[in-house]
């Protein structure tokens, strides 16, 4: 199975700093398609995931553009340009172009 | 809007079994291959299971975690999947989710838990 690592595990930020969070693949994740099929996620506390971003950098509709994803083959990135209060919670990154499909360990993002 | 409510969990002991139902609508149930993906207790999450749509004969895969006890269903006219779960281990203490093809909707989970 794709090991997906994720760093740091947790972070502590103020409002209105950016965050960075490294997401590593044991396999490249260059789909046969020309496709790279990794993704973000955001688990709030107490609720249950929301999508964030797919295919490295594309944005779901409804999520703000201080986000962005980047990267390519084994070693991709989610930023936060200005954290909000809003974004606190646990960021995982998935791959879905190898079977079976496998997250990343998590990433805490706490507010110092 | 998509919405997906998962229901069926509850405390079992270790060997029983225990059948998970997905009840799902906004979407065209019927050509979405739904997925089973479960958080453990120290938040981890594993993909679990998945079901393609009948055009896909509705082939039916596993994570070698729950491969020969856990089966996936679905049923198109009730735009629901079902997760039946056998011989259920410890370490199947799970939150266990559905969820669409790119995982870009998930339901509030339904517990697990399988303790003696």
């Known amino acids: 199975d794709v090991v997906m690592t994720q760093t740091p595990v947790s972070l502590s930020l103020a409002i209105g700093q950016p965050a960075s969070i490294s997401c590593k693949s044991s396999?490249?994740?260059?789909?046969?398609?020309?496709?790279?099929?990794l993704n973000w996620i955001l688990q709030r506390p107490g609720q249950s995931p929301k999508r964030l971003i797919y295919q490295v950098s594309k944005l779901y509709s409804e999520v703000p553009d201080r986000f962005s994803g980047s990267g390519s083959e084994t070693e991709f990135t989610l930023k936060i340009s200005r954290v909000e209060a809003e974004d606190l919670g646990v960021y995982y990154c998935?791959?879905?172009?190898?079977?079976?499909?496998?997250f990343g360990g998590g990433t805490k993002l706490e507010l110092k | 809007e998509v919405q997906l409510v998962e229901t069926g969990g509850g405390l079992v002991q270790p060997g029983k079994s225990l059948k998970l139902t997905c009840a799902t609508s906004g979407f065209t149930f019927s050509n979405a291959w739904m997925h089973w993906v479960r958080q453990s207790p120290e938040k981890q999450l594993e993909w679990v299971a998945q079901i393609k749509a009948k055009s896909n004969n509705y082939a039916t895969y596993y994570a070698e975690s729950v491969k020969g006890r856990f089966t996936i269903s679905r049923d198109d006219s009730k735009s629901s999947v079902y997760l039946q779960m056998n011989s259920l281990k410890e370490e199947d203490t799970a939150i266990y989710y559905c969820?669409?093809?790119?995982?870009?909707?998930w339901g509030q989970g339904v517990m697990v838990t399988v303790s003696s």
């Open positions: 969820t669409p093809p790119y995982f870009d909707y």
């Open positions: 998935w791959q879905g172009t190898h079977f079976p499909r496998t």
């Open positions: 396999q490249s994740l260059l789909g046969t398609s020309g496709k790279t099929f």
